[in-house]
């Protein structure tokens, strides 16, 4: 007989090693070297690499043209508690296995939603006092938690912009479970992912109203995190469509103006998505810029999305030049804000074997270590911060200065103008910082 616990459900499978580029082992790390250092800081530090709990061990690889493909073993019990202590083990197996220091989950990712509420709180304590002892036993920790209140049908026109209030109450109490079970587990942070936070049409739609409606929803569950003692973070997660024609947390640009409309931008930050930012016509680098710009660039959801596909396919990242521009964005800012690199990506659907896990990790994880490798070469062996910064160099001194500085006023300007004659082109050299970018990859 098999006690809870004791079973290993990735046979064959050691620790990941780093074995270095030379290595033909497929199940360990060419690049991601957890302890090297890298700009002052070791590459797990940078990093803080999670494994997302919804896709790695509740997916099933089922699409809307078929069932599952993904048998997990671990999701066989009929008893709810049961099969969710089980989907605890093989996780921390994995977590732990795989190297990682953290993972992130959805409320019930961890257990099946009960029929009722009352119930759902009761599983969710139950289950959260189980992770805590996987959690003390292997030193895993929780990078952030969050609320599913987007895939039951009770949340079809949304959840704090829903137009029947009996709804937006339900969800006030499940994020309140959420929260406190994020609280209980030391979560560094907590997100809200808007998943039906929009509209399908405005035909029956109060757009004002619902906004008014999100802004104060989320100043309540801000103030009752910290009554309860949470000293993190709070991000909002950009996505500009699907499942909504429109979403109301668009992107960066738009999250941010939404923060500083309901005063809430001292606390929240932003949890930005590769694949979010394609689907909203951005590249991850203007959104992670977007961000930093105005010190919101808080965590990362890492993924791609495929260029053939218009839909979120959170497919594990590969695309070397992609994630090197986002680490030169993330150097230059100084690092992620309280958040880390949750893996927000699902094997594809004709993935069946249990080791095809490890290696999508493995592979997202050696992307960002030799990005991030990349771009610091860039950053110092490079001409890329001094050519960037020669095009800016007319307001480093005399009247450029002093219009930064807020002493101009439009007639100065005018005048200035009058003085100067016409001015001659400046190349951005934008080919030649492509050139760069590609010779040190």
Request: charge should be positive; charged fraction near 25%; hydrophobic fraction near 30%.
């Given at each position: 007989m098999v006690l809870l616990g004791d079973r290993?459900?990735?046979?064959?499978?050691?620790?990941i090693p780093y074995e270095g580029k030379e290595s033909d082992n497929p199940l360990a790390y060419k690049y991601y070297d957890p302890e090297r250092t890298v700009n002052g800081m070791p590459m797990k530090a940078h990093f803080k690499f999670a494994v997302a709990y919804w896709h790695s061990f509740c997916g099933t690889g089922a699409d809307p043209f078929g069932p599952g493909t993904l048998m997990h073993p671990w999701d066989v019990s009929e008893d709810p508690l049961t099969a969710a202590r089980q989907k605890a083990d093989a996780a921390f197996e994995f977590i732990t296995k795989l190297g990682f220091d953290y993972f992130c989950f959805h409320d019930f990712d961890l257990v099946a939603e009960a029929p009722t509420l009352l119930e759902s709180e009761n599983r969710l304590e139950k289950i959260v006092h189980y992770l805590k002892e996987k959690m003390e036993a292997s030193g895993v920790r929780l990078l952030w938690g969050t609320a599913n209140c987007f895939s039951h049908p009770?949340?079809?026109?949304g959840a704090s912009t829903n137009p029947d209030f009996r709804v937006l109450a339900r969800a006030g109490a499940q994020?309140?479970?959420?929260?406190d079970a994020t609280i209980a587990l030391g979560g560094e942070n907590y997100v809200f992912w808007g998943g039906r936070e929009g509209y399908m049409s405005l035909l029956n739609t109060q757009v004002g109203k619902e906004l008014d409606h999100m802004g104060r929803f989320l100043g309540m569950a801000r103030d009752y995190a910290r009554?309860?003692?949470?000293?993190?973070?709070?991000?909002i997660e950009p996505k500009p469509m699907e499942p909504m024609k429109h979403q109301y947390d668009y992107d960066a640009a738009t999250v941010i103006g939404f923060l500083h409309q309901y005063g809430l931008q001292d606390d929240f930050k932003l949890n930005l998505e590769v694949n979010h930012a394609t689907l909203a016509g951005h590249s991850m680098q203007h959104e992670m810029e977007i961000a930093a710009a105005r010190g919101m660039l808080g965590s990362i959801d890492a993924n791609r999305g495929d260029y053939q596909n218009g839909w979120d396919t959170d497919q594990f990242p590969n695309n070397l030049n992609e994630v090197t521009l986002m680490m030169l964005t993330l150097l230059e800012a100084g690092g992620l804000q309280g958040g880390g690199i949750n893996f927000d990506a699902k094997l594809?659907?004709?993935?069946?074997?249990?080791?095809?896990?490890?290696?999508?990790?493995?592979?997202?994880?050696?992307?960002f270590a030799r990005a991030l490798l990349i771009a610091d070469r860039i950053l110092r062996d490079s001409t890329y911060r001094q050519v960037r910064r020669q095009r800016y160099e007319s307001f480093e001194s005399?009247?450029?200065a002093a219009f930064e500085q807020g002493k101009l006023t439009l007639q100065d300007l005018h005048t200035i103008a009058l003085?100067?004659?016409?001015?001659?082109l400046q190349s951005g050299k934008q080919e030649m910082l492509e050139n760069l970018i590609n010779r040190y990859i």
């Open positions: 290993e459900y990735f046979k064959g499978i050691g620790k009770r949340y079809m026109n994020i309140k479970g959420a929260m009554s309860q003692g949470f000293k993190g973070t709070f991000f594809r659907r004709n993935s069946t074997d249990p080791e095809d896990l490890f290696l999508a990790h493995i592979g997202g994880a050696d992307t005399g009247k450029g003085e100067q004659g016409e001015i001659p």
